[in-house]
């Protein structure tokens, strides 16, 4: 079951909603018939092999027959003991080498928080209504420990926009709302999510070609930080056919003489591809892929439209707005970028109001 997004809690539909947290890690469906466990993806990528600290979990703290959707979370703590959701520990499970992911799943052990409920026993309860599956949820885990975890939920619409304001500083990433009387359909976008709407002026230093060769895929994007140096942020993505064509014609001056002196030409080395965070490195959801990128002088900037950061980057694909030929490449800087106050993950978890 899917969340389309909306604009803001003014464009959700009337009728009755309920609201959760929309958390920051893997989706996960487990399924448990007695001593046997699975962990599914979204996309039916398998995870139990990458989680096997969840398995004993589930035995332990999961009713012996169920199926239950959710996500699989990793949380850190910073400097002053504050706990917070961290996508990018959790990106370090998933590693080929069972010696890897067995050191992992000690050293960054995940956690599982429940959200819906699709069969107890030999019930299917997939065509009951969300508030129903949500108090068979309940009632299924009221004995369940850490790491299993049963979000909270609310139907007061102003404790929601208190949620989706507040707990971006734990690591989540909005909140979702889901009509209360509706039946589990899977594959669908029948609920909503919201997500935090900012922009950011950022430099055009590179640029992929789409998939079927005909035209611009992405831009790549960068910011520079107090030392002058400009970091690989993110892209903007999402073009039209008619786009795709005229930004291959919009960046063509800028194709000429851009390797020599660009500010990324070193990650043309095999070293910098490793580290992941260049603009051809792979990424352990890749696929083999062709990440290959033309560089840029990097004198465009261009305002996109992007939701949160995670570690100096982009959380996800930005949007272009438009291009900012008043402001100089050197103006772009991480300073520009909002910062949410920091909360600790147990207030997500246990918040005071619902």
Request: hydrophobic residues 40%; glycine residues 8%; charged residues 30%.
């Amino acid at each position: 079951m899917l969340a389309k997004p909306v604009g803001g809690f003014d464009a959700l539909p009337t009728g009755e909603l309920v609201f959760e947290p929309k958390w920051d890690g893997f989706r996960c469906i487990v399924f448990r018939d007695g001593d046997e466990v699975v962990l599914g993806s979204r996309n039916d990528r398998p995870l139990t092999r990458y989680f096997p600290e969840m398995v004993e979990v589930v035995l332990r703290e999961l009713p012996e027959r169920c199926v239950v959707d959710g996500e699989l979370v990793v949380a850190s703590v910073d400097e002053s003991g504050r706990r917070h959701l961290d996508f990018d520990a959790l990106q370090l499970r998933i590693h080929p080498a069972v010696s890897r992911i067995t050191m992992l799943a000690a050293e960054i052990p995940a956690s599982f928080v429940a959200f819906d409920l699709l069969a107890l026993g030999e019930r299917d309860v997939r065509a009951e209504p969300m508030a129903e599956r949500r108090a068979l949820l309940e009632s299924a885990l009221s004995g369940a420990r850490p790491p299993v975890h049963l979000t909270p939920v609310t139907s007061d619409r102003a404790v929601a926009e208190r949620w989706f304001a507040r707990f971006e500083g734990a690591g989540l990433d909005g909140v979702i709302a889901k009509p209360s009387d509706d039946p589990y359909v899977e594959d669908r976008r029948v609920q909503f999510k919201l997500k935090q709407k900012r922009t950011a002026d950022a430099v055009v230093a590179g640029f992929r070609w789409h998939k079927d060769g005909a035209g611009v895929g992405s831009l790549l994007l960068g910011l520079f930080d107090d030392a002058g140096r400009l970091h690989h942020v993110g892209v903007a993505a999402s073009f039209s056919v008619k786009q795709r064509a005229e930004l291959v014609e919009q960046l063509a001056p800028y194709r000429v003489g851009a390797i020599e002196g660009h500010p990324w030409q070193e990650w043309a080395e095999a070293s910098a591809h490793e580290a992941g965070r260049m603009p051809g490195g792979l990424s352990r959801w890749s696929q083999g892929k062709d990440l290959s990128w033309e560089p840029l002088r990097p004198e465009l900037v261009a305002e996109v439209a992007y939701s949160s950061m995670l570690s100096g980057r982009f959380r996800a694909t930005t949007k272009l707005q438009r291009w900012r030929p008043d402001r100089e490449p050197a103006s772009c800087r991480y300073d520009q970028l909002e910062a949410p106050a920091l909360i600790p993950l147990d207030e997500v978890l246990d918040p005071p109001e619902r």
